[in-house]
């Protein structure tokens, strides 16, 4: 695992997991730590599987299958349950843990496409805790299971963005991941914005005001809720 400390992240007690994407690495997105400018202890786990484009990936994904479901337009992979992804939710269970008991005071899970799938299916089946949550052009999956454990997400701050042209997951896909999220009591903030399958400055704009206010006690993030990203 790679980590990248900004500022003094002792003191700011601040720790944001972030986790990349299928056919991705850590270093992918490891520049944008200190762009953020907020103070905390940035960490970059990697997916314990190689992608066939390259890169790495959560879980197993058949390129052919998936170029297949592609052809019909963007994807909603809720009613999909990914093979071997116990692994990879055991391992990031493990992080998590490890990251409290050594006295992290706030703890943020970030996450794009994939990695914002792995996130929630970790929350969801895993004895751990976070302090907020952030999913970027992601989407719902093993729907039926996440249903039945949908009250573990309760008065769980979140932000969710996606890209109206995403090709890849739906943009529905990702409203529909926004609004589960309120219906299962999360306090999430839906965070639409001009763009595809991608992070943008924009929403990274977002998610640095996101970790502004989880990182500061006196200003609860259920106030006025931000402006979408442009």
């Known amino acids: 695992m790679l980590t990248v400390d ?25 520049p944008f730590a200190r762009s953020m400018g907020v103070p905390g202890r940035y960490c970059f786990p990697r997916g314990p599987f190689d992608a066939e484009l390259g890169g790495f990936a959560w879980w197993p994904v058949d390129e052919a ?48 496409s994939q990695g914002g799938m792995l996130a929630c299916d970790t929350l969801l ?12 052009s992601s989407s719902r999956i093993a729907l039926d299971e996440w249903q039945a454990r949908r009250h573990r997400l309760a008065g769980l701050p979140a932000l969710v963005a996606h890209g109206k042209a995403d090709v890849d997951l739906a943009f529905a896909a990702g409203r529909a991941l926004h609004d589960w999220l309120v219906e299962a009591g999360a306090a999430a903030r839906w965070a639409p914005f001009e763009g595809g399958h991608e992070m943008p400055l924009a929403v990274w704009r977002g998610f640095r005001r996101f970790l ?19």
């Open 6 to 30: 900004v500022a003094d992240a002792r003191v700011s007690g601040l720790c944001v997991v972030v986790l990349h994407g299928y056919a991705m690495k850590p270093e992918d997105l490891m």
């Open 212 to 230: 502004r206010e989880i990182s500061a006690p006196s200003t609860p993030f259920w106030g006025p809720p931000a402006a979408p990203c442009k």
């Open 125 to 136: 089946h895993e004895d751990v805790h976070v302090d907020a949550l952030a999913l970027f």
């Open 65 to 112: 299958a998936r170029g297949a479901a592609l052809a019909h337009g963007p994807r909603d992979l809720s009613q999909e349950h990914p093979a071997q992804r116990e692994k990879a939710r055991t391992a990031l269970a493990s992080l998590l843990q490890e990251a409290s008991s050594q006295g992290a005071g706030r703890l943020v899970l970030a996450g794009f």
